[in-house]
């Protein structure tokens, strides 16, 4: 006979209150630090969701720091006039972990996005 699993604790439930979904993304990251200086990076997004990603950079980004994604089109898409419905993505870092020199950054949107 199975063992029975018990209900998790409270504290252990999953508290995100959108799905996430996991695609690597090609983004640019734009933020100023402490001095004023604008910065720029090549990154990529690890996992998307309506409230916020995991960005993974090479840079250290301050923790609180206020950050710009941005994600390119492909050439194809200038040549057939596709209009962008999200130029820039205005978002916040939360979290940031550092792994096999990588800084993965939770970021949080400044507006959930509408995935409709």
């Given at each position: 006979m199975?063992?029975?699993?018990?209900a998790?604790?409270?504290?252990?439930?999953?508290?995100?209150?959108?799905?996430?979904i996991?695609?690597?993304?090609?983004?640019?990251?734009?933020?100023?630090?402490?001095?004023?200086?604008?910065?720029?990076?090549?990154?990529?997004?690890?996992?998307?969701?309506?409230?916020?990603?995991?960005?993974?950079?090479?840079?250290?980004?301050?923790?609180?720091?206020?950050?710009?994604?941005?994600?390119?089109?492909?050439?194809l898409a200038?040549q057939i006039?596709?209009?962008?419905?999200?130029?820039?993505?205005?978002?916040?870092?939360?979290?940031?972990?550092?792994?096999?020199?990588?800084?993965?950054c939770g970021?949080q949107?400044?507006?959930?996005?509408?995935l409709?």
């Open positions: 199975p063992k029975r699993r018990h998790l604790p409270k504290e252990d439930l999953e508290r995100r209150r959108w799905a996430r996991c695609l690597a993304i090609p983004v640019f990251v734009r933020w100023i630090n402490g001095q004023g200086r604008e910065f720029l990076e090549f990154c990529t997004l690890l996992n998307e969701s309506g409230g916020g990603a995991l960005l993974a950079i090479r840079r250290s980004l301050p923790l609180r720091s206020q950050v710009s994604l941005e994600i390119p089109l492909p050439p200038k006039k596709f209009r962008r419905k999200i130029p820039l993505l205005k978002a916040r870092v939360v979290r940031i972990t550092f792994s096999n020199g990588w800084n993965l970021v949107f400044a507006r959930p996005l509408l409709s």
